[in-house]
């Protein structure tokens, strides 16, 4: 049985400094989990309110007033678990690469996971001003996709030239992104949400590019991760 203080410091996994302290992060929901698990991560602990004949998640039982203390949702799943944390593995160019530049949302960040999942971007690359991936709301809203995809924090500009990647940035004066061409071997970069592409990494930018309005009046902007899934359709639609 679970004592009150190992759940009291498994409740603080929603903090960094913790998440590097016990060397864990959270995952909520049996879908996400058995994802993780499918994946080769190390899990430290599972819990569940009440046992599910329908899955086999070895799972201690607690208390519903227990799990509201370990979740950061709302309401919670029926399953916790910790994992212990791991090291990307060593970054691999592909044909399209993805860059992400102060992004601080969690929210924006865990979509993004998402949509590398789905586009086939093993290797996200962040600035080490992007918020943390193992966030609890960063793994919620990455819905399992975490564990397939690396995450790098590095110093952009410096990496970027390491690999010898063409810096693509995005800006509302960029060129028209459907009559555009896209050179191979590139790296999309996203800027953060209010501020964009840092004066640094924006130096060594090769291209910028848009995405047209046609709406009138025109919003004024497309939220990152928005934005971030429309550029990617069609850079794997043309490369």
């Known amino acids: 049985m679970v004592s009150k203080n190992a759940l009291k410091q498994l409740g603080q996994l929603g903090q960094k400094k913790f998440r590097k302290e016990h060397g864990l992060f959270a995952v909520e929901g049996n879908k996400a989990i058995a994802t993780f698990l499918a994946h080769g991560f190390q899990l430290a602990h599972c819990f569940t309110v009440e046992k599910d004949s329908q899955n086999s998640l070895e799972a201690e039982i607690i208390t519903a007033n227990d799990m509201k203390k370990l979740s ?119 800027g953060n949400e209010g501020q964009g592409i840092s004066k640094e990494v924006n130096s060594i930018l090769k291209q910028n590019i848009s995405i047209p309005s046609v709406g009138s009046p025109a919003a004024e902007s497309l939220n990152v991760a928005m934005a971030t899934g429309i550029l990617l359709s069609e850079f794997r639609r043309k490369v």
């Open 72 to 190: 950061n949702l709302s309401t919670p799943a029926k399953y916790w678990a910790a994992f212990k944390l791991t090291q990307p593995n060593a970054f691999v160019p592909q044909t399209l690469n993805l860059a992400l530049d102060g992004i601080r949302d969690p929210g924006n960040l865990g979509t993004i996971i998402r949509l590398c999942d789905w586009f086939g971007i093993y290797h996200l690359v962040c600035s080490t001003d992007t918020v943390d991936c193992f966030n609890p709301k960063v793994v919620q809203a990455s819905m399992g996709s975490l564990a397939k995809v690396h995450v790098h924090y590095v110093d952009l500009s410096s990496f970027i030239s390491q690999h010898n990647l063409v810096a693509i940035g995005t800006a509302m004066q960029g060129e028209n992104i459907y009559s555009t061409t896209l050179p191979k071997k590139a790296i999309l970069v996203m």
